[in-house]
């Protein structure tokens, strides 16, 4: 076959839209598909590059597509820039065919000339080890928190949408929370880049009266999963309870919070109210690639990740990705 591989142009769009529909479909059967609205999400990150959405065109038609987006990262509390992958789709009538393995590795090729040091995805854990993607290198969650809500004062608390003024507040409290994490993306400076892109998913600034107590954001359903809480350890208690009485309707129960159980320790102490036990979410889906191997912190970090699974990142997708149904 004369495949093609080029950077993916404006009139592609519709194309690649039907391409992964049509892929994803054949693969996972349902009315809902959440890849197609995944790709025009990450155009509109501030970091978005043309030159890392690459397709595979034959005679042509778009049979193959691939998307890796870049983000900066924190690795072992140094600054480093990192991409994932996601989604990538190919033909349905072409798989099997090797038309993957260009895209993924025409796509190592320019991420490497654009100094990225490491690629992350989450897929099959079989197929990407063969392009040197290694399992379970980072976790989705540390912690599970069983509160106990009925002593903790909510009334005076509320919560609204994000707007423009908050950026700096929350861009900021970012910085200071996670600057020593041992794996960590930035989702960007711009709102589009924190509020979420689904009904089930909620980003929210949190107050008490008039007084600004931190940002959310957590899936709305339970138990209750919070993607990201930027506070201080006087006002997390009072926000989590908030909103499982609130949102959840409960005043007891179980919260997955992502972050790491040192993290953790420090937003939250152990009390008649609340509970916190380490609980590391991995599997071998959880896959990440070095791209710079000159970079000793990189290989550090996952030589050290292969030894023991508490000094694996905690990660935390951006909220473009959280589109479930």
């Known amino acids: 076959m004369n495949i093609i591989l080029r950077s993916e142009r404006p009139e592609d769009y519709n194309k690649i839209a039907n391409l992964n529909y049509n892929s994803f479909n054949e693969w996972r059967t349902s009315s809902y598909k959440a890849e197609p609205l995944i790709v025009s999400a990450l155009r509109h990150s501030q970091y978005y590059d043309n030159e890392l959405s690459i397709v595979a065109e034959l005679d042509g038609d778009i049979v193959g597509h691939a998307l890796f987006s870049i983000f900066p990262f924190i690795v072992m509390k140094e600054k480093r820039t990192g991409a994932f992958l996601a989604p990538i789709c190919v033909d349905t009538k072409l798989q099997k065919q090797g038309i993957g393995k260009m895209l993924i590795e025409e796509g190592h090729k320019r991420l490497q000339n654009k100094g990225v040091s490491v690629a992350l995805l989450c897929g099959h854990e079989n197929y990407y080890p063969k392009?040197?993607?290694?399992?379970?290198?980072?976790?989705?969650?540390?912690?599970?928190?069983?509160?106990?809500?009925?002593?903790?004062?909510?009334?005076?608390?509320?919560?609204?949408?994000?707007?423009?003024?908050d950026l700096e507040w929350i861009t900021e409290q970012w910085q200071s929370i996670h600057k020593d994490d041992r794996l960590a993306l930035y989702p960007g400076d711009t709102i589009s880049q924190w509020f979420n892109h689904s009904l089930i998913y909620r980003s929210s600034m949190v107050y008490e009266d008039n007084i600004l107590l931190g940002y959310i954001r957590y899936r709305n359903t339970y138990p209750l999963e919070i993607k990201e809480l930027l506070t201080t350890e006087d006002n997390a208690e009072k926000i989590i309870a908030y909103i499982m009485k609130e949102n959840l309707k409960r005043t007891k129960g179980d919260v997955i919070l992502s972050v790491s159980l040192e993290s953790a320790s420090k937003l939250l102490k152990n009390n008649e109210n609340l509970k916190i036990e380490e609980k590391i979410i991995t599997g071998n889906a959880f896959m990440m690639k070095i791209i710079d191997k000159s970079d000793s912190l990189i290989t550090q970090y996952f030589q050290e990740a292969k030894s023991d699974i508490k000094k694996l990142g905690i990660f935390t997708f951006p909220p473009m990705l959280e589109i479930d149904d």
């Open 131 to 165: 392009f040197g993607y290694e399992n379970k290198m980072f976790a989705l969650s540390g912690v599970n928190i069983s509160i106990n809500a009925e002593n903790v004062n909510t009334d005076r608390i509320t919560e609204r949408s994000i707007k423009n003024v």
